[in-house]
């Protein structure tokens, strides 16, 4: 929005933070500085500059006040993508879910690709790793995101056998 383009670059997230004892789940959130923006010209090259330099170092101290971040990549083949597009251009029930940047970004997937090569490079970090996971198959990948989740938090009543182990073969820790 104008008012946001007013704003720092931040704010639009951080006032949607969970508060205490919240959790929160947000597609793409800040990364869209990192990926959409730029493939799509919706901001500056110097914009995705401060984007990695202040990045890293805000989700640091995020994390060292208590908040927890898992990032996840859901990553998708060329040919699923297109297929998922498809079905929602011609599919009653999907149709308002197809936008004009989703039907942009197929002719864009090799500047897509070079986005999210260059945003998992700058913003990998030991405080906060990027979680990949394969997601041609929606069913697996969210088990897999959900064991992710279930695994790495300690609370009263989790039954480790019955989480399971993640299948390697569709997550991993980048």
Known sequence: TEQERAEWYWTRYIRNFPKGGEI???????????????????????QVKD??????????????????IIKFFLNVSFEQQKQRFDERANHPLKIGKLSPVDIASQ????????AKNQMLK????????????????KRSARIASMQYVLLKNDYEGRNLE??????????SVV
């Open 122 to 137: 700058h913003t990998n970090t030991t405080d906060c790793p990027w979680i990949q996971v394969k997601s041609d198959c």
């Open 51 to 68: 984007f990695y330099r202040e990045c890293p170092k805000l989700e640091k101290l995020w994390i060292a006040a208590g908040i927890q």
């Open 107 to 114: 002719s864009k997937w090799d500047e897509y690709t070079k």
């Open 24 to 46: 929160t789940f947000w597609d793409r959130s800040w990364y869209n500085r990192a990926g959409v923006e730029p493939v799509m010209g919706f901001c500056t090259p110097q």
């Open 162 to 171: 019955a989480i399971g182990s993640i299948n390697p073969d569709i997550l």
